[in-house]
């Protein structure tokens, strides 16, 4: 199957570089480009890229209010978000976590990792590291509003195996990681985190992160 992929950025040429990059795996597509984030959510309503790259910095709308929007829109369910910016900082993941992103890497990525990160977001996978997610959570996810997490009757829902499995998500270990320390298969595993997902109605891995630790089930260490 073939990614289909829509580039949102404000800059021309970096649109175009990107093209040419994508445009060279075998297996993904860039189907459109916008200039702004307002151009963004109009191109993803009308094409239905599986994954959006988008920048944080555009004129008129910018990227995480674009986000928010594309992920607010129950019929654009199916689109993940990949922030790909210069401004590389923790407010700027959770802020992009919060929107709705599945990802968050920096525009110095190589060619190569690019193209995995497109390949992981569209597969459903969150492409924070172990060390980025714990950072993340200790200072913004856990307490977003300066408030302790609560306990959520979301959880209710859950298993204890798979609230078991929500909270080593949520520090940023794989589906393979996960495996390996509870002696189970990656096939298992990621079983109980897809049905996990759907229990709690959450886009991908990056939205059981925030759910993980807002509701209490993981908690932030310093």
């Known amino acids: 199957m073939t990614l289909r992929v829509l580039l949102a950025d404000d800059q021309a040429l970096l649109r175009g570089a990107f093209r040419l990059l994508l445009d060279t795996a075998d297996d993904i597509s860039v189907i459109g480009e916008a200039a702004d984030g307002r151009e963004a959510v109009n191109l993803t309503r009308e ?106 009757e979301e959880l209710a829902l859950l298993t204890p195996r798979e609230r078991e499995m929500v909270a080593l998500v949520a520090t940023g270990l794989s589906n393979q990681e996960i495996a390996e320390r509870m002696f189970l298969s990656p096939f298992t595993v990621r079983a109980h985190v897809q049905r996990a997902m759907t229990k709690l109605e959450a886009r991908d891995r990056a939205q059981l992160v925030v759910i993980a630790y807002r509701t209490g089930l993981a908690r932030a260490t310093p």
């Open 47 to 152: 094409l239905r890229p599986d994954v959006v790259i988008m920048d944080i910095r555009m004129p008129d709308v910018d990227g995480l209010t674009a986000t928010s929007q594309i992920c607010a829109d129950p019929d654009l369910s199916a689109t993940r978000i990949l922030i790909l910016t210069t401004y590389e900082t923790d407010e700027h993941v959770a802020q992009a976590l919060r929107a709705g992103a599945s990802g968050f890497i920096g525009k110095g990525i190589g060619a190569e990792d690019l193209l995995d990160a497109v390949r992981t977001i569209a597969d459903g996978d969150t492409l924070l590291s172990p060390a980025a997610t714990r950072s993340l959570v200790a200072r913004f996810l856990a307490t977003p509003d300066g408030t302790p997490p609560r306990h959520s």
